[in-house]
C-alpha cells in the first residue's frame, strides 16, 4: 500500500499539468503570449508566436479560466484554395502529426462542396476529423471555408479537464 502511495506523489506532479501542443501546458497561466480579453468566466489570448509555433499558423486563441489555466488552444492556418493541393497536404501533414502524438480518430465527416447549399448559398462544409488522446485530451482538425473558392485549416486542442458539454461555447471558436 505504501509503495502505491509513494509511485502516486511521483507522478501527481507530472498528470496535473499535462503536455498541451506548441510547446505549451495544460493548467498553466499562459498570458504572457498576448493581449488578455475577459470573455464571461473566460480569459482569451489571440497570439501569432509560442514557444514551438507552427509555420502555416496565421494565429492562435489560448483560452482558459483563472482556477483551471489553459483548457483550450486554437490555431488557425493562413488562407488556401479551396480545391488547392496544399489544402490537401498541410491538412494531411496535420492529421498525421496529431495521429503520431497519440491522437485517435473518434469521428470523421467528409467534405461536402457539391451540395446546393454550398453551390448556390455558399454554406459549404469542410472535412472534419475529431480525435481523442490517451491522456484524456481531444481534438478536433477542421477544413473551414469561407467562400466558394476559399478555405483555412482549423485545429481545436482541449484539456482533460475541458467539458465541452458545460463549455459548448468554446467549441469552434475561431
Not at 21 to 40: A, D, H, N, R, T
Not at 54 to 68: H, N, R
Request: aromatic share 12%.
Amino acid at each position: 500500500m505504501m509503495k502505491k502511495f509513494i509511485l502516486f506523489l511521483l507522478i501527481a506532479p507530472f498528470a496535473a499539468n499535462a503536455a498541451a501542443p506548441y510547446g505549451l501546458e495544460w493548467g498553466k497561466e499562459f498570458s504572457q503570449y498576448g493581449e488578455i480579453v475577459q470573455k464571461g468566466i473566460y480569459t482569451e489570448v489571440k497570439a501569432t508566436e509560442l514557444p514551438k509555433d507552427d509555420l502555416s499558423a496565421e494565429y492562435y486563441l489560448l483560452v482558459g479560466k483563472p482556477e483551471e489555466g489553459l483548457i483550450k488552444i486554437s490555431m488557425r492556418t493562413f488562407d488556401y484554395s479551396l480545391f488547392g493541393a496544399q489544402l490537401d497536404s498541410d491538412y494531411a501533414e496535420l492529421e498525421n502529426t496529431l495521429q503520431k502524438t497519440g491522437y485517435q480518430a473518434k469521428k470523421f465527416t467528409p467534405r461536402n462542396t457539391s451540395s446546393y447549399q454550398c453551390i448556390f448559398q455558399g454554406n459549404c462544409i469542410g472535412r472534419k476529423l475529431e480525435l481523442e488522446h490517451v491522456s484524456g485530451a481531444s481534438a478536433v482538425l477542421e477544413v473551414k471555408i469561407k467562400d466558394r473558392n476559399t478555405a483555412y485549416i482549423n485545429v481545436e486542442y482541449f484539456s482533460e479537464d475541458f467539458n465541452a458539454e458545460s463549455d459548448p461555447m468554446l467549441v469552434s471558436g475561431i
